[in-house]
């Protein structure tokens, strides 16, 4: 299949392991200008008052163009410890976030440098988890016209066209007061799902794979 162009992405939504899903090769831009408000440093959990956005505070760059790949990570009002609180707080109830609870929690004991770096590590996680296993480069340069290009398309508060993607309902732990949140971070779905995320992710993916799941009650 063709390539797939995708931002770097912090505990990035469904959508996005949905291409990492469907492809057989996968591109990460590293060589753009950073942009703001993006899932590069954002991800969005379900917490029991509704969706929570969980922020990685970077360091002001140097200079007004900064490249993805040199933005460092800053230690601004303990967001590591923010960030893991939360993701207890949400799912600690969830049928397996004790089952993955190990695999994530060094991620926030450990200081990463760069956010790019940071990213990744937790990207090949959650493709080892989930037993997704695309070719992944790194751009070298950037681009700006490629095809099945969605580094802009998955954004959080953009709502772009994707016409493959087509959210599947899973089990959430607050479902009934909230109704379904849909294309939230990968770890709401790994940890509600658990081994069957990647028959979620195979189903939202309408232009590759015919399973749909059954709508949630």
């Known amino acids: 299949m063709a390539a797939v162009y995708l931002s770097s992405a912090y505990l990035a939504p469904v959508q ?27 991800c969005l959990i379900a ?6 956005s969980l922020t990685i505070p970077i360091e002001k760059p140097a200079t007004e163009k900064c490249l993805t ?5 800053s230690d601004h009002g303990r967001w590591r410890h923010l960030h893991w609180h939360a993701l207890v ?10 089952y993955y609870r190990d695999d994530f929690a060094p991620f926030y004991a450990r200081k990463f440098d760069f956010l ?4 990744e590590a937790l990207r090949q996680l959650v493709c080892e ?10 751009t070298t340069r950037y681009e700006a016209s490629v095809a099945d290009d969605f580094r802009e398309t998955i954004r959080p508060k ?17 479902r009934d007061k909230q109704g379904f949140l849909p294309n939230l971070s990968i770890v709401d779905l790994l940890f509600n799902m658990g081994p069957e ?8 993916e309408t232009g590759s794979y015919p399973l749909l799941l059954p709508a949630v009650e």
């Open 47 to 52: 917490g029991a008052n509704g969706v929570q």
């Open 158 to 174: 953009q709502a772009a066209a994707d016409s493959a993607f087509v959210p599947q309902p899973y089990w959430q732990v607050f």
């Open 116 to 119: 790019f770096d940071f990213n």
């Open 16 to 42: 996005y392991y949905g291409k990492l899903c469907s492809y057989d090769t996968a591109y990460i831009e590293t060589a753009e200008n950073y942009p703001k408000q993006t899932y590069r440093n954002r």
């Open 69 to 73: 790949k040199d933005i460092r990570i």
């Open 89 to 98: 707080s949400a799912y600690g109830l969830s049928p397996f976030f004790e």
């Open 197 to 204: 995320a990647v028959l979620v992710l195979q189903a939202s």
């Open 129 to 138: 988890l989930t037993d997704i296993h695309p070719e992944v480069r790194f």
